[in-house]
Structures are given as C-alpha cells and as structure tokens.
C-alpha cells in the first residue's frame, strides 16, 4: 500500500510557473514508476508525464513537452512536476500515481492514486 498526497497547486496567470510536490508513504517509494496526469472538467483523465523508479527516464506528453519536467527525491520520498509556461489549457486536477512496472500512460494500470490538486491557469 502506497499513499500518495499532492501540494503545490494553485491560480496562477498564464506565462508562470508552479511546482507540484507529491509526498509518498507506505511501502518503499522507489519500487514504484510514478506519474502525474490531470483531469479538466468534462474531459478524460490525460497522462502528463512518467518517471522510472531511478529517476533514470522520464516521458512526458506532447502537449508539455519543453514547459514541464518531472522529478523525484527517492531518499524523501517525494515526486515533483515542474510547470513553466503555463496555459490556459493546463487547468486541471493533477493527480500524481504509483506503478509497479515499467512506463505506460493508461491511468487504469497505476495502483495508487493521490487526492488531486487544482491547477488554474488564467489568461
């Protein structure tokens, strides 16, 4: 068992930058791949990004491609996105993930879920 809770989300303008934190308890954290993905209202869940337990690859969505960058601090347990330049169409509840095994950006194979945490972009 993994929990997951997220932080660092907020109302910003567009062109700023915010930085989301996901603090991770239970079983060991590096034995899991993580990954963020948001949720906009009245759309489809949608991967943002993945990184292997090490940290060692990431893989990110095209649609963040070059504005964010995903990270994690295996010794504190924590996952982070970075998020420059963002846009409106960044709104969203971004969820951080748990997988055991390698990447993948289907939200049904992650096994832990955090609660979310709204990100609002406005133009």
């Known amino acids: 068992q993994v929990q997951l809770v997220e932080s660092g989300g907020g109302l910003v303008q567009a062109g700023d930058s915010l930085r989301l934190s996901c603090a991770a308890s239970g079983r060991s954290f590096s034995d899991y791949g993580m990954g963020w993905f948001r949720q906009a209202p009245g759309k489809e869940r949608e991967f943002v990004a993945y990184?292997?337990?090490?940290?060692?690859?990431?893989y990110l969505a095209d649609s963040v491609k070059g504005r964010f960058t995903i990270s994690r601090d295996n010794a504190k347990n924590t996952l982070y996105l970075q998020m420059n330049s963002l846009k409106p169409e960044d709104t969203a509840v971004y969820y951080c993930?748990?997988?055991?095994?390698?990447?993948?950006?289907?939200?049904?194979?992650?096994?832990?879920w955090g609660q979310g945490t709204q990100v609002t972009v406005s133009s």
């Open positions: 993930a748990a997988r055991r095994g390698s990447y993948s950006d289907i939200w049904a194979r992650y096994d832990y």
């Open positions: 990184i292997t337990w090490s940290g060692g690859a990431t």
